[in-house]
């Protein structure tokens, strides 16, 4: 009896070990076809010993007085998502600035290793510092949104206006996925991360993106617009779990300084969003913002970036209005050794 025990027991235990040896064999080979697949092809700059990736869009000779609309995607995310609902919208008559969050895209994370919007925020406002944008205004989508607001902290002097589109900033009920809680452990989630992320995180890119775009259809397209593999990569992956688990205290913190955002600020939001909830984020930043307006988008969800684009570009020009009143004065990015193409 013993003995047989023993036997299913190693059998069972190589059995494992073979699959979990297929999955990292497995991961390893797509995290390199990805790799391969997508290179940099924005500007690179080192901010506190941290690689930063960022497309710049320059405006036209005729808007070269406008502020710099500064651009910050969410979590899963990177650049190209809001490069891709507000490039084309925008172009030509503001400079742009599109950036890949720490530890997103092709932007490293901080030395520190903190995720918090407040250490991203550190990194943000250095590469606004390196390329001389004195007046700037940080337009944030969801967990974008708690950074936004921690960069218009850590630079009023730069932050001139701040946009919140369908934005995390305060505490809710509940928690996180599971597998964001398993990927930012410090051992199981090394492993969790070569092994189980990219064979199921690829699989469920459909069924994620019905949820975070409902109830309108996904952009046809999309995955591959916004180069959406770069997300399993497994250092990737788990920088974006880290985000995730450590925003719920990071807002409790932060929201207690809101106050001092006294920046003109634009809220936005969809009215059917079941990925943040506007009756918490954005009716708590609407009384704790000092000078904020809320745009409301009707049958709206997460993604109004992309299904109600004309409603939030209209929205940001009045924004601008304001600051322009507000007395907020710009300077176009230098360029130069500061600003290094990516290769």
Known sequence: MAQ??????????TALL?????????SLYRARQI??????????????GAQMHYHFVPAS??????PVLVFLHGASGNAYDMKLAFESAFEGRYPLLFIDRPGLGFSQRSRTGRNTPESQAKLITGLLARLGIESAIVVGHSLGGAVTAAVGLAAPERVKGLVFLAPVSHVWPGGVNWYYTVAAMPVFGWLFSRTLTIPFGERL??????????PDPPVSGYAASVRLPLLFRPESFRSNAADICSLKQAVRQQ??????LVQPSLIITGTKDTVVWPSIHCEGLLQDLPDAELLMLGAAGHMPQHTHTDEIVSGIDRLVERVAGSGGKARVPETGAEAVPAE
């Open 35 to 48: 790799s391969r697949a997508y290179a940099p092809d924005g500007s690179l700059a080192e901010v506190d």
């Open 61 to 66: 000779q005729a808007a070269s007085g406008q």
């Open 205 to 214: 890119v459909p069924q994620m993106l019905r949820h975070v775009f409902h």
């Open 255 to 260: 929201s207690a300084h809101y106050g001092e």
């Open 18 to 26: 073979a699959t979990a040896s297929l999955f990292v064999a497995y």
């Open 4 to 13: 047989c025990y023993v036997r299913n027991m190693i059998s069972f235990l």
